[in-house]
Structures are given as C-alpha cells and as structure tokens.
C-alpha cells in the first residue's frame, strides 16, 4: 500500500471503511464555518494520499483518475481533519478553502437553493 503511512494506520483505516466500498462519498466543509463546499468521492488510494499529504485528494469519476483539488486552479483544500460516518461508507473532510470549492467559480457547490414548496412537489 503506502510507504509513508505506518501499516498499522492502514490496517485500522482499512477496518473502518465499509469493506465493499470502491468509492466513498467525501464531503467537504469549511473548518471553521461549518459551510459544507462539496461532495466529490475518493477511492482507497485517494484517501490515503490525503492523509499523506493533508491535502485533499478525491477520484475524478468522469476522468477515471486521481486528482488533487487545486491543482490546476489553485483553489486548494488543506485538511484539518477527517471524519468517518458511522457505516464506514461516507467521510466528511474540514478544510481550509483556498479560493472557490466549485469549479463554477462559486464558494461551494450548493448555491442553488429550492426555495418555493412547489419546486419540492409539496402542496
């Protein structure tokens, strides 16, 4: 696996993650506001690269590659800390957001609010 992470931090690591998981939802949030930025995913190699490095790296499903955010945009995530869900199956990454999270130029990927209950389908 990683030369640079102890093996017993990617054998715990490896216990914790939902075994059938290929790829696992990675939700990203401003440290310290709380704003959630994005949703992206990262496989195995992805995840351990950001433990590595502290800087976030996920999969590009459309790419079928690696890619560490910012690295062509200079809009970086630097990792304070990172969480597993209860199922192993999702993780939540608190960053520190350099630039825009969306590739839209946008602070986060979530600006696009559903405001009205009939865009809902609601009464």
Known sequence: MSAN???EIIDALNMRLK??????????????????????????SALQQ???TKRATYWSRS????????ETSGHTQRVE?????CDGDAILLQVE???????????????NPITESHELGIG
């Not at 957001?97 to 600006?111: D, K, L, M």
Request: hydrophobic fraction near 40%.
């Open 5 to 7: 992470l102890p093996q």
């Open 19 to 44: 075994s059938d998981a290929e790829l696992i939802p990675a939700i990203a949030q401003d440290f310290k506001t709380g704003e959630v930025l994005m949703l992206a995913y990262m496989n195995r």
């Open 50 to 52: 950001t433990l590595e």
């Open 63 to 70: 790419r079928s590659q690696i890619w560490v955010k910012g």
């Open 81 to 85: 800390s990172i969480n597993l869900d």
């Open 97 to 111: 957001q350099i630039g825009p999270a969306c590739h839209t130029e946008a602070r986060s990927c979530f600006h």
